[in-house]
């Protein structure tokens, strides 16, 4: 008893003294934030520590075992790597701003156990509150999704908002369709593309904090669109937007096929859903029958026109500047694009688009380790643990050169990831074993 009271004293003070140098680290050394290469936002105490040049100080700083209740573990990762939606709504909508986050809560123990019971997981953005005034979606949402009732302000198509309880689902928890937007309340004109979510679970009953975790959720609009449809480029065709650039090419190209019931010409009935025609699983939409699905008809109309190379693919998804593809592989071991998915032929012959995709084993890459889900992001190993959970979502897995996409590891473990350290849910160090073959 004795010897344990020492032991935290002791703790106490050496953990003050190292706050005491980080606060003079502070003070003295020159802070490398916001250079050019990774963007970083200006409001998280966790950022501006995370660029002490002492990072080996950091995890004794922010793990998340120094808290007082260490009896809960909280995983939380975006189902995807970039979530995309259309800079202006007026005239088209490719994809509506549609988040959605993943977590899991793990009660510590010998062994750990993944829990749903009795627990919520609430989540928020502390520098993104607001979606209205950052976007048009609101004015738009009504027409191009045809529903019943206007769109209550800053709730997205699922009936989420920009915080609130995340659902269970059998063994994780999830807030699927927020409307997030890729602007901070304290920069509403800059676009940003990996925000912060704070996630945090809590007690049912009693309504105490047992875990929190600060996730990526990123999000763009850079679609480089206009790299061709600008006014006078493709065809010469120059109405005024990039958007009503397209609509008009599409109409003169189109229009005499436009299936029994969706016949007027798009220009004269804006705002237009692509996939009112080309069906898309991205948003469960059906399309009429005969019509290529979006990926198939996208895809395939550019693919002479688009190099097959990852700034081919960038023209379109986000993009030069946001660069999506921020995850080990691509830092490590220079793969693009066209490695995992092949080129734009290969992407438009998908037979399941967002449905079938890459997996880490195929032509002949981690053969040793086999998904047992068709998706990378419904897999699960170590007896129900998300990959994702360990090794974030697809294009950022870890580490990657994001320095947002690392905060979480780093409040987990003492590293940016994967996560790694057993003891995170284990509470004596297990026996060896290769955490993927435990099912
Ligand atoms: C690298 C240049 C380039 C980029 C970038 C580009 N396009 Fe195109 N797009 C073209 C060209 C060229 C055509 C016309 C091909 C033709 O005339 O056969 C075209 C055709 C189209 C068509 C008409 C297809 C048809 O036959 O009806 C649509 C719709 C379209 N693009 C949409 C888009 C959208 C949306 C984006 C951005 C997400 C985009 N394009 C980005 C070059 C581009
Ligand atoms: C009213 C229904 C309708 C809507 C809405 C619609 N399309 Fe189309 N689209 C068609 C039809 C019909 C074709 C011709 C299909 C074919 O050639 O088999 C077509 C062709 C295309 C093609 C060329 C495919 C190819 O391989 O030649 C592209 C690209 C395309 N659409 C993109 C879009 C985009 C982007 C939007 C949203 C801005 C959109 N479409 C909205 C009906 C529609
Ligand atoms: C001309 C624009 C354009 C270019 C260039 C482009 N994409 Fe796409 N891509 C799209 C659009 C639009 C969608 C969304 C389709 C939907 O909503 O179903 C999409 C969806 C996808 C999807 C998800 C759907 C599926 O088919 O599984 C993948 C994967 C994809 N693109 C990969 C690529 C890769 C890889 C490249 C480069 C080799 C590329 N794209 C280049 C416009 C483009
Ligand atoms: C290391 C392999 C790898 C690379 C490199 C890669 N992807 Fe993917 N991509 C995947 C996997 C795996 C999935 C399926 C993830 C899942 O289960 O949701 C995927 C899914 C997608 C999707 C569908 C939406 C989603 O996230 O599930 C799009 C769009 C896409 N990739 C585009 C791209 C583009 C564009 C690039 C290059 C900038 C790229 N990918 C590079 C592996 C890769
Ligand atoms: C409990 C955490 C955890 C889970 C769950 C997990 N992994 Fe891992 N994974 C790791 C760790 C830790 C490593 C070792 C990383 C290192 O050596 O840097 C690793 C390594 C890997 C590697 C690289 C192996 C190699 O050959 O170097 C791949 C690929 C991989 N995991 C895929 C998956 C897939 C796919 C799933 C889901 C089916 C999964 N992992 C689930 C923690 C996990
Ligand atoms: C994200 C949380 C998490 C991490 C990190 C983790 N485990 Fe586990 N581990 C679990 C869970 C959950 C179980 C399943 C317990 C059960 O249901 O029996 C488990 C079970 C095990 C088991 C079998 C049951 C037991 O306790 O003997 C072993 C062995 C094991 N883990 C080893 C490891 C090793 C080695 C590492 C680090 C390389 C590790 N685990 C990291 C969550 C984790």
Redesign the pocket.
């Known amino acids: 008893m004795l010897k344990k009271r020492s032991f935290s004293i002791l703790y106490i003070v050496s953990f003050s003294m190292l706050l005491l140098i980080s606060i003079l680290m502070a003070f003295f050394i020159p802070s490398k934030k916001g250079n050019a290469a990774t963007p970083v936002p200006n409001d998280t105490q966790i950022i501006s520590l995370f660029d002490f040049p002492f990072v080996s100080f950091l995890p004794l700083i922010t793990n998340q075992n120094l808290l007082p209740s260490n009896e809960y573990v909280l995983l939380g990762w975006n189902d995807l790597g970039m979530h995309c939606y259309n800079r202006d709504f007026r005239d088209l909508a490719v994809l509506p701003p549609y988040n959605t986050l993943w977590a899991q809560v793990i009660r510590r123990g010998d062994p750990p156990q993944i829990v749903t019971n009795n627990i919520t997981v609430e989540y928020s953005f502390p520098n993104n509150t607001y979606s209205v005034g950052k976007s048009n979606f609101w004015t738009y949402a009504q027409s191009l999704f045809s529903l019943p009732e206007p769109l209550p302000d800053n709730i997205g198509l699922t009936g989420k908002g920009l915080s609130g309880e995340m659902d269970v689902n059998v063994d994780h928890f999830s807030a699927d369709g927020i409307p997030l937007t890729e602007f901070q309340d304290s920069a509403p004109n800059t676009p940003y593309p990996y925000q912060l979510a704070e996630i945090i679970a809590k007690d049912l009953n009693t309504g105490q904090e047992l875990a929190s975790l600060t996730v990526v959720a990123p999000v763009s609009t850079e679609m480089r669109c206009d790299n061709c449809h600008f006014d006078g480029g493709v065809e010469n065709i120059a109405t005024g937007r990039v958007e009503t650039n397209i609509l008009t090419l599409h109409d003169n190209e189109n229009a005499d096929e436009y299936p029994i019931g969706h016949t007027t010409p798009l220009m004269d009935r804006r705002p237009v859903l692509c996939a009112e025609c080309h069906a898309s699983n991205a948003l469960g939409a059906p399309g009429v029958s005969g019509i290529p699905n979006l990926s198939r008809a996208m895809h395939d109309k550019h693919k002479e026109i688009v190099p097959d190379t990852q700034e081919g693919c960038y023209n379109c998804h986000p993009g030069p500047t946001t660069q999506c593809l921020r995850d080990v592989m691509s830092t490590e071991h220079n793969m693009t694009c066209i490695d995992c998915h092949g080129g734009l032929e290969e992407v438009s012959q998908n037979p399941n688009p967002w449905l079938n995709e890459p997996?880490?084993?195929q032509s002949g890459?981690?053969t040793?380790?086999?998904?047992?889900?068709v998706l990378?992001r419904n897999?699960?190993?170590?007896d129900g643990?998300?990959?994702?959970?360990?090794?974030d979502s697809s294009h950022a897995i870890a580490p990657s050169n994001q320095v947002n996409d690392g905060i979480k590891f780093i409040q987990l473990q003492d590293s940016p990831g994967?996560?790694?350290k057993c003891t995170v849910?284990h509470i004596t160090q297990p026996e060896d074993v290769d955490?993927?073959t435990i099912q």
């Open positions: 997996t880490c084993s890459c981690h040793d380790i086999t998904q047992n889900q990378y897999s699960t190993a170590h643990i998300y990959c994702a959970a360990c090794h994967p996560l790694s849910c955490i993927h």
